[in-house]
């Protein structure tokens, strides 16, 4: 089982919501089932600082990370019209399996605005994201 909590610390064992645990498939890793929480509460985090996703294009820049991934996957869960930046192209099918409406590999060919904007990459992206949104 993994535990997706956002507070607290590390312990052997812990008392938690069962609401906040989920079984593993069988045979998975153990340490690598351990990670999953991580970029799932970060991208968590950041969904729902934009309130109701419901029917708005939503940008994901980075969508090819772990944060990424779990970004799309969250939002396209929650009504939002994932539009995905991923330069790997072989990415692109896998990340509209997990939910993304559209997926490029630059900005440059986004052209309907943006409700908000989820960027794991930072740096001149972020400016490029920013020129995205909808006033």
Known sequence: MIFLGSRGGWAQMRSVPTATIAVTPNGADPALMSTIPVPVTSALRALRGLGSLLGRRLLVVGANSAVGAAAVQ???????????????????????????AEVHATMDT????VFAAVDVVGGPHLVAAYSLLAP
């Open 74 to 100: 969250l939002a396209a869960r929650s009504g939002a019209h994932v539009v995905a930046i991923a330069r790997d192209q072989a990415a692109h099918e896998r990340i509209k399996q997990l939910g993304a």
């Open 110 to 113: 986004v052209s309907v605005p």
